[in-house]
């Protein structure tokens, strides 16, 4: 009987010669399925592009004009294109570069109402872009009184390249670094706001200024604090999304907030949705728990993965949370 061996010319005949019913043949389709997956190429970025992207297509928004005058038009369902215009707040769109190559473009739009207490700094979940957003977005810094600069990952909507977990990282290390050399904007006026997916960058962020506030200590380390985070049906990691009962990071595991977030020093609020079917409510728990700066969560019963904003209680828990941040920063000085 011919034996199975391994080639290595390509991932398409890594079982060259095998025969009859022998369990390799039985098992191989999923065995080969698992090694295209997680092994071929063995970067844990490939792996989170084969799994958790899905940027719309066609983009559901373009950027007319040139910079310091570009008007955002927003594709209606018939194709036709049409300016994004809010009364309530001032909309400007923005082309970025991402700060660790500056090869990617990234489209971001600053919301800012007539009065500003903070400015979120907000990721996105998966499966949408900035178009999409921008009309509940404009309602909710209308809402809270609280500016919010969008951007889009490479890959979604104007951004340029393609969607991997080290983009995202690096397009909101830009954001940050817009909003404080552009805007001018102190960093304990900044609050990142990530969803769904969209955890792993504000996370990513959050952590990495914990870090370095850590290191410096609290005299001289003003300019890495920001002003808090808000965690919006965030996960724990990637592959704790595919295998619920898993309690331990993998070598592969991708989006890993449950190792960082311990660095996070920022007053996090954890919302999520009880019936959440796409990341079960039990990432809130772990975030909430291992995160040593969380404040009360919410934790909204009956509500799934995508429409906690239909609840009255997370505009009231969110307006409290923007109060509480408020109120501990009372004499702080603006860094």
Not at 3 to 12: A, D, L
Not at 135 to 162: H, N, R, T
Not at 178 to 198: D, E
Not at 223 to 237: K, Q, T
Request: aromatic share 8%; net charge negative; proline share 7%.
């Amino acid at each position: 009987m011919a034996s199975g061996r391994y080639s290595p010319e390509g991932e398409e005949s890594l079982l060259v010669e095998d025969g009859g019913d022998s369990p390799k043949t039985k098992w191989w389709p999923i065995i080969k399925m698992g090694c295209k997956l997680f092994c071929w190429p063995p970067i844990p970025s490939h792996v989170v592009g084969k799994l958790a992207f899905g940027p719309p297509e066609p983009s559901s928004y373009t950027f007319v004009g040139d910079e310091g005058a570009m008007t955002v038009m927003l594709r209606t369902p018939s194709g036709e294109q049409m300016p994004f215009l809010n009364q309530r707040c001032t909309i400007t769109p923005i082309m970025l570069k991402t700060t660790r190559n500056g090869k990617h473009d990234v489209a971001a739009v600053h919301i800012e109402p007539n009065m500003v207490r903070f400015t979120l700094l907000y990721s996105h979940g998966n499966a949408v872009d900035v178009g999409q957003m921008l009309p509940p977005l404009a309602e909710l810094a209308d809402k809270l009184q609280c500016a919010i600069f969008i951007y889009d990952y490479p890959g979604y909507g104007q951004s340029s390249g393609v969607p991997r977990e080290s983009h995202l990282y690096s397009s909101v290390e830009a954001a940050w670094e817009c909003l404080r050399s552009r805007f001018g904007i102190p960093a304990n006026k900044i609050v990142f706001y990530g969803q769904s997916i969209g955890s792993a960058p504000s996370v990513h962020m959050a952590a990495k200024l914990g870090k370095k506030l850590k290191k410096v200590g609290v005299t001289g380390g003003e300019r890495y604090a920001a002003g808090g985070m808000v965690l919006h049906a965030g996960l724990s990691s990637g592959i704790r999304v595919i295998r619920p009962k898993t309690n331990c990071t993998w070598c592969c595991d991708p989006f890993k907030n449950i190792d960082k977030i311990h660095n996070v020093v920022a007053p996090t609020l954890v919302i999520h949705g009880t019936d959440d079917e796409i990341v079960p409510i039990t990432h809130g728990y772990e975030l909430h728990s291992k995160c040593e700066s969380a404040v009360e969560p919410l934790f909204l019963e009956s509500a799934g993965h995508n429409d906690v904003g239909l609840f009255p209680q997370y505009y009231t828990r969110l307006q409290e949370f923007v109060m509480e941040l408020c109120e501990s920063q009372v004499g702080h000085v603006d860094s």
